[in-house]
């Protein structure tokens, strides 16, 4: 294992804030695999960091989901669990869904200039990035698009999902045949609301959703 890509760097940032940011992003990039055990002294070595602070960043991710602590054995990746990744994709189809078909209707013509742009962020993502870069360019996006629809409080329902709905989109993206249909569908979203088409924005937005989580049913029905 490479422990270099984990080191933290000096910032205006506090170690903490740093090391919890550098083993989120460790965990969406599969650098940690789902059941992992997390030891909490090679952890202080990779991040070159206090064991103090390796906890508090484990208690933070587990309150987040992505860490669980397993009686004998300590803090481990925590593994996605199917029942509840279900759950999540039917709230995304529900909630962008209504945001697309919505942003159709409301966006202004900077919002959608800020949608494509945002759109092309996601195509360079893909082209050029990594796991990382396509989840940070699709929060983006998204970002756009609830402000375009004027879905201040829906957004931030979404942004209490966005760790796990990044923990499930991390399996979808690493799929071959993931990254031209995403971005396919992402232009039809874009499409439909330039073209103010409410009913094909929305439709748009659920078949998006719903190719990601055939994907995801996929990969945690064989995990």
Same mark, same amino acid.
């Given at each position: 294992?490479?422990?270099?890509?984990?080191?933290?760097?000096?910032?205006?940032?506090?170690?903490?804030?740093?090391?919890?940011?550098?083993?989120?992003?460790?965990? *969406?990039?599969?650098?940690?695999?789902?059941?992992?055990?997390?030891? @909490?002294?090679? =952890?202080?070595?990779? =991040?070159?960091?206090? /064991?103090?602070?390796?906890?508090?960043?484990?208690?933070?991710?587990?309150?987040?989901?992505?860490?669980?602590?397993?009686?004998?054995?300590?803090?481990?990746?925590?593994?996605?669990?199917?029942?509840?990744?279900?759950?999540?994709?039917?709230?995304?189809?529900?909630?962008?869904?209504?945001?697309?078909? *919505?942003?159709? @209707?409301?966006?202004?013509?900077?919002?959608?200039?800020?949608?494509?742009?945002?759109?092309?962020?996601?195509?360079?993502?893909?082209?050029?990035?990594?796991?990382?870069?396509?989840?940070?360019?699709?929060?983006?996006?998204?970002?756009?698009?609830?402000?375009?629809?004027?879905?201040?409080?829906?957004?931030?329902?979404?942004?209490?999902?966005?760790?796990?709905?990044?923990?499930? /989109?991390? *399996?979808?993206?690493?799929?071959?045949?993931?990254?031209?249909?995403?971005?396919? @569908?992402?232009?039809?979203?874009?499409?439909?609301?330039?073209? /103010?088409?409410?009913?094909?924005?929305?439709?748009?937005?659920?078949?998006?959703? @719903?190719?990601?989580?055939?994907?995801?049913?996929?990969? =945690?029905?064989?995990?």
């Amino acid at each position: 294992m490479n422990d270099a890509p984990l080191r933290i760097e000096r910032s205006a940032k506090t170690l903490r804030e740093l090391a919890f940011e550098r083993m989120r992003d460790a965990i *969406m990039s599969f650098h940690f695999q789902p059941g992992e055990r997390l030891v @909490e002294r090679s =952890l202080c070595d990779q =991040l070159g960091v206090s /064991r103090s602070v390796v906890r508090e960043v484990l208690r933070q991710l587990e309150a987040e989901g992505l860490v669980e602590t397993i009686p004998g054995h300590g803090p481990a990746v925590a593994k996605p669990d199917l029942k509840h990744a279900e759950e999540i994709y039917e709230l995304r189809a529900l909630l962008e869904g209504i945001a697309a078909g *919505m942003a159709a @209707e409301n966006a202004t013509r900077e919002q959608i200039a800020q949608l494509e742009a945002a759109l092309g962020n996601i195509r360079h993502a893909w082209a050029e990035g990594g796991p990382i870069e396509i989840m940070r360019a699709t929060t983006e996006f998204y970002a756009v698009l609830f402000e375009a629809a004027g879905k201040v409080i829906t957004w931030e329902i979404v942004q209490g999902l966005n760790v796990r709905i990044n923990q499930l /989109r991390s *399996m979808t993206i690493t799929s071959p045949e993931r990254r031209k249909a995403a971005t396919s @569908e992402m232009e039809s979203i874009t499409r439909a609301i330039k073209k /103010r088409q409410p009913e094909e924005a929305t439709t748009a937005a659920r078949r998006h959703i @719903e190719s990601a989580w055939a994907i995801a049913r996929d990969v =945690l029905s064989k995990a």
